[in-house]
């Protein structure tokens, strides 16, 4: 049974940093796409990175950029989501998912990967 199980969501100050995890069982994450995605209430799911296990390549929303860290395991069965310097903006509920065969164009368009995580609470006060 294919299940991701995303963890390290909570509450920080402005400034402060978390580290979040997606962890695969029933399969690894070898040539697969990971992606973390974030969705605030009332608003749409934003991309916000993703790392192509076959070459570790690593792509980051703008949003992200500088202040965001995607990386994997060894093993290929989890992906971390290094969050620093976080701002009120960033609170929002963050899932990670998987899909195999994604292309560069795709990676931040949620209905192309496969396997959803459930979500894990980010929090940041100001």
């Known amino acids: 049974d294919v299940q991701l199980q995303a963890s390290g969501g909570g509450s920080v100050q402005a400034g402060g940093s978390l580290r979040l995890s997606c962890a695969a069982s029933g399969f690894t994450f070898d040539d697969y796409a990971i992606g973390w995605f974030r969705q605030a209430p009332g608003k749409g799911s934003e991309g916000v990175s993703c790392i192509t296990t076959s070459d570790g390549r690593t792509h980051y929303a703008p949003s992200a950029q500088g202040r965001f860290i995607i990386s994997t395991d060894t093993a290929k069965t989890t992906v971390y989501l290094e969050m620093n310097s976080l701002k009120p903006e960033d609170a929002a509920t963050y899932y990670c998912?998987?899909?195999?065969?994604?292309?560069?164009?795709?990676?931040?368009?949620?209905?192309?990967?496969?396997?959803w995580g459930q979500g894990t609470q980010v929090t940041v006060s100001s």
């Open positions: 998912a998987a899909g195999g065969g994604i292309i560069l164009s795709q990676i931040r368009i949620p209905r192309a990967y496969d396997y």
